[in-house]
């Protein structure tokens, strides 16, 4: 299977407590997404990256969130001092931008963490 | 606070019967996706749509873009239990997804 892939699935968790998900995207895809999404409602915008650049955050990306991309491939977001607020599940998305092209393209995504946060 | 407007927030119906889920926004956006979610997993992708006024038809899916690229519809022919989901529209603007808040369609046998 070559889809974006996330480990864990699932992770349950202390208040207070840090914790750190991993995002493989599609092989050759240069840009990746994350995206939070709770009960009822749709996924939320919180980063992405093209290649190794971070490129935008959103304001709901507080500072005890912090996501990487060392290489351009796999990425990490990592929450540190959870709190119960930040029970979710975290989605992971990638896409192919041509380079010399602007603009937005089709995201795939992942099957998503789910966190519980205690 | 979600950009898209989705409707029906719910729709339950028989096996065979027809449905139309709509996907509404004061914005316009370079190109919009539609989506599949099953509960626990990721959002699948069923279409994007990029120029106004288009029609894209997936078997039994036929996917509008309206022509100021502000809403689209999605609507589904003889509709079967497989096409049980939460359906999600995406506008694309900016380098990220504006998602709304999704239609949850059950199809009864």
């Known amino acids: 299977d070559t889809g974006v892939s996330q480990n864990p699935r699932h992770k349950i968790t202390k208040r207070g407590q840090n914790v750190t998900f991993r995002c493989d995207p599609i092989?050759?895809?240069?840009?990746l997404y994350w995206y939070r999404q709770t009960l009822g409602q749709g996924p939320e915008f919180l980063t992405y990256f093209q290649n190794e650049a971070q490129l935008e955050k959103s304001r709901l990306l507080s500072d005890r969130f912090s996501a990487e991309r060392p290489k351009g491939s796999f990425s990490t977001l990592e929450i540190q001092r959870t709190e119960q607020g930040d029970s979710a599940m975290y989605l992971c998305?990638?896409?192919?931008?041509?380079?010399?092209?602007?603009?937005?393209?089709?995201?795939?995504f992942g099957p998503g963490t789910r966190l519980t946060v205690l | 606070t979600q950009l898209l407007e989705q409707s029906p927030q719910f729709l339950s119906i028989q096996e065979g019967e027809n449905l139309t889920v709509y996907c509404n926004s004061s914005s316009v956006f370079s190109s919009l996706q539609w989506y599949r979610q099953e509960p626990g997993e990721g959002p699948v992708l069923l279409v994007t749509?990029?120029?106004?006024?288009e029609v894209k038809k997936l078997k039994r899916l036929t996917f509008q873009f309206g022509d100021a690229r502000k809403d689209s519809s999605l609507h589904i022919t003889a509709a079967q239990p497989g096409d049980t989901g939460l359906y999600l529209c995406?506008?694309?603007?900016?380098?990220?997804?504006?998602f709304g808040a999704g239609t949850q369609v059950v199809v009864t046998p």
């Open positions: 998305a990638s896409s192919l931008l041509p380079s010399g092209r602007a603009g937005t393209d089709t995201q795939y």
């Open positions: 092989s050759e895809h240069n840009r």
């Open positions: 995406a506008g694309a603007g900016g380098g990220k997804l504006q």
């Open positions: 749509v990029v120029t106004g006024g």
